[in-house]
């Protein structure tokens, strides 16, 4: 059981947009930043979006992040075969027995 | 380009203690602004974070686990390990070094992961 919570699938056909909410608590999203990660089949997690909705250097525009309250939402837009991956969200919760915690992870699908 | 790798057995009996060790290349791990962590990843199933420690010795750990992780740090190696004892087959996993920025959560640098079974 995942301290935070995501859709365990979504899709969409090429072209398309698809969201992908992860939920939390006033102990972790609610007051921390919310970061995504790209998990393409057999590869480590790579960093999508920091700081809620930052995208590192070589991360096209078409991946979004927002954050409201105990919520966020990963955006991807324009959706390629290529993006046919797992994502998770992360950040930090405070609570006593917190640390860095993940969402179960969502896998899209380009139909 | 920073590059992290890890190593180590890949096969760990059960009730013995799992070692593994992450090497970082192309950027020093006595930076001040990073910390350096361990995450892994039963088969087919999400991310855990395991703990996290500073160049100088700091460490974090996942409260679960906390009672058989120990995470170090060898500067002069530019090198981190880490040790989780008295495993069962819950931790076969793939375990993945990674860089955490000091004073935020995010994860920027990730090694490849690597395969550890726990089996007789």
């Known amino acids: 059981q995942s301290v935070l919570t995501q859709p365990p699938s979504v899709s969409a056909a090429p072209g398309q947009k698809v969201t992908i909410s992860c939920s939390g608590s006033s102990s972790n999203i609610g007051n921390n930043y919310v970061s995504w990660y790209q998990q393409l089949p057999g590869t480590a997690p790579k960093l999508l979006i920091y700081e809620n909705n930052k995208r590192p250097s070589g991360i096209p525009d078409r991946f979004s992040g927002s954050k409201s309250g105990t919520s966020a939402t990963l955006g991807i837009t324009g959706l390629q075969t290529g993006d046919e991956a797992d994502y998770y969200c992360g950040t930090w919760d405070s609570s006593l027995s917190g640390g860095l915690v993940f969402g179960g992870g969502t896998k899209v699908t380009v139909l | 380009q920073l590059q992290l790798r890890e190593s180590g057995p890949g096969l760990v009996k059960p009730s013995e203690t799992l070692s593994l060790t992450c090497t970082v290349s192309g950027g020093s791990i006595s930076s001040s602004s990073y910390y350096w962590g361990w995450i892994r990843q039963p088969p087919g199933k999400g991310l855990e974070w395991i703990g996290s420690?500073?160049?100088?010795?700091?460490?974090y750990y996942n409260a679960s686990l906390k009672s058989r992780v120990t995470i170090s740090v060898d500067t002069s190696k530019n090198q981190f390990s880490l040790k989780l004892s008295s495993v069962t087959a819950a931790d076969t996993a793939v375990y993945y070094c990674?860089?955490?920025?000091?004073?935020?959560?995010?994860?920027?640098?990730w090694g490849q992961g690597t395969l550890v079974t726990v089996s007789s």
């Open positions: 990674a860089r955490r920025i000091f004073g935020n959560y995010y994860l920027d640098y």
């Open positions: 420690i500073y160049y100088s010795g700091s460490t």
